[in-house]
């Protein structure tokens, strides 16, 4: 199984994963069913999750029900925790949308929700982050992971999400993040897949961020509170999400 899904990622375009996967997760869980795990996202319980990863791959992370990473329940954590995205009305882009978070924030009655994409088949609208077809102020939230790794321009990305944003609106723009690395490692020379999997962890990524990541953010404008959900919820809960360790949620936010 471990190999299967390491080829899958390798070789397979993203939105064939896609199509794919909606069988694929209904055989899954039956094989994985158990109680050593959970899903807070899907509430789905088994014996452990499915690796992940190519060049750093990783055991027991990917939901077999719903396919959330350990990225995502922490987002799902978080909104759930400190915010009232699940109970009051936003207006809500959600852009490069995860298959685990597409139909539960479809069905939520409170969202008016939005997907936009370059090629996702998931994406209302078919879209480029660096110039979206949006009026400033559209939208109360933003959510954005694991996307400005693969753009051309971060900055020119960051600076289109806050002004599409309502003054006193918010976003979550979750990146890898290299935590030795002090500033952000880029390199236009480097083009090849395999380079860039050497150098930015995947073939599809043209940066490393490090540590200067929140300092980015605000200099497209946001007001940044990281948020350290993972210390808060305990050795025992973080353990049976299977949370990444330390990772930390920034709340970038538009003044009012």
Not at 86 to 94: C, G, S, V
Not at 229 to 242: F, K, N
Request: hydrophobic fraction near 35%; proline fraction near 6%.
């Amino acid at each position: 199984m471990k190999e299967f899904i390491t080829f899958l990622m390798r070789y397979v375009p993203r939105p064939i994963l896609i199509r794919f996967s909606y069988l694929f997760n209904k055989v899954s869980p039956i094989l994985m069913k158990g109680d050593k795990v959970e899903c807070p996202i899907c509430e789905g319980h088994f014996r452990s999750f499915l690796p992940y990863g190519t060049v750093k791959r990783r055991d027991n992370v990917l939901c077999p029900k719903c396919l959330s990473l350990e990225r995502h329940r922490l987002l799902h954590l978080f909104l759930n925790q400190k915010t009232d995205f699940y109970t009051a009305k936003h207006k809500l882009l959600h852009i490069a949308p995860e298959q685990c978070f597409y139909k539960r924030f479809r069905k939520q009655e409170n969202l008016d929700y939005l997907t936009g994409d370059l090629y996702s088949p998931l994406a209302d609208v078919k879209m480029d982050i660096h110039e979206m077809p949006f009026e400033d102020g559209r939208f109360d939230i933003v959510l954005c992971n694991h996307v400005l790794e693969h753009v051309d321009d971060d900055a020119q990305a960051m600076r289109e999400i806050y002004r599409v944003l309502k003054p006193g609106g918010w976003a979550v723009m979750q990146v890898p993040l290299d935590d030795t690395r002090e500033e952000t490692y880029e390199d236009p020379s480097i083009t090849s897949p395999e380079d860039r999997e050497k150098h930015f962890w995947q073939k599809d990524h043209v940066r490393l961020f490090g540590l200067d990541y929140p300092k980015r953010l605000e200099k497209a404008g946001f007001k940044v509170e990281p948020v350290n959900l993972w210390e808060e919820l305990g050795a025992g809960l973080r353990e049976r999400y299977r949370l990444m360790e330390g990772e930390i949620i920034y709340w970038a936010k538009k003044e009012s």
